[in-house]
């Protein structure tokens, strides 16, 4: 699990394909620093598992990089399948328990993608209005979290087809999305409490709705 809060700006190193898969190599000195074989980080929001094997007992890799692969579905569903050498990305260690939850729960799971439509400049932050999927409209509300590139972010705006972000000075010091231009693709990872909620209104809403019916009938024959 993540938090959506950036700890550093990766750059690609190597794009290379190995029979089904793309491998990545990214340079991310932070994330690295105490990384071991088979660890999760996420790199533009996605979850992807540390594979390199020359990793010191103490943890870490001696260059300050680490190396990934894609498996044809996440390069289906998310941007990375365009992700080549000199490419900037945001990346992000798995929370340890007990750590903070400095922004909200994030899976590392895309749902989707999305095109940055426009960005508007202020003295202090910057607006930027996204595209919304179809699908994934239902599942954002204004002034809940949404993840972009693995950035946790407050929904500002929303219709029925773009949602607005709006980010403070640090957001666009310290991530991507402070240099993203309008046209271009980013992964979307919607709040997954809303998914649980939508899918136990679907199937248990009716199971729910008999249960406050009959203890509701209880009290009225004495029975309780």
């Given at each position: 699990m993540f938090t959506g809060i950036v700890?550093?700006?990766?750059?690609?190193?190597?794009?290379?394909?190995?029979?089904?898969?793309?491998?990545?190599?990214?340079?991310?000195?932070?994330?690295?620093?105490?990384?071991?074989?088979?660890?999760?980080?996420?790199?533009?929001?996605?979850?992807?598992?540390?594979?390199?094997?020359?990793?010191?007992?103490?943890?870490?890799?001696?260059?300050?990089?680490?190396?990934?692969?894609?498996?044809?579905?996440?390069?289906?569903?998310?941007?990375?399948?365009?992700?080549?050498?000199?490419?900037?990305?945001?990346?992000?260690?798995?929370?340890?328990?007990?750590?903070?939850?400095?922004?909200?729960?994030?899976?590392?799971?895309?749902?989707?993608?999305?095109?940055?439509?426009?960005?508007?400049?202020?003295e202090r932050s910057d607006e930027l209005t996204f595209s919304l999927p179809a699908d994934l409209a239902r599942y954002v509300a204004l002034k809940g979290s949404i993840a972009v590139d693995g950035v946790s972010l407050t929904v500002a705006g929303v219709t029925d087809d773009t949602f607005s972000v709006a980010l403070i000075p640090t957001t666009l010091a310290e991530t991507t999305l402070g240099f993203r231009e309008p046209g271009d693709t980013v992964n979307l990872e919607v709040d997954v409490v809303a998914k649980y909620v939508e899918r136990l209104a679907s199937t248990g809403g009716a199971a729910v709705a008999g249960a406050v019916a009959n203890a509701g009938a209880g009290e009225e024959d004495g029975s309780r």
């Open positions: 700890e550093e700006i990766g750059e690609v190193l190597e794009a290379r394909e190995s029979a089904e898969v793309a491998v990545l190599t990214v340079r991310g000195p932070t994330v690295t620093s105490d990384a071991r074989h088979g660890d999760s980080i996420a790199v533009n929001g996605v979850c992807l598992t540390v594979i390199d094997t020359e990793i010191g007992a103490a943890g870490g890799t001696a260059d300050g990089t680490f190396t990934v692969e894609l498996v044809p579905e996440t390069l289906k569903r998310t941007s990375l399948a365009a992700a080549g050498v000199g490419a900037k990305v945001n990346l992000e260690r798995a929370v340890a328990v007990g750590g903070r939850l400095g922004g909200h729960i994030v899976q590392g799971h895309v749902d989707g993608v999305a095109t940055l439509l426009t960005r508007t400049p202020g």
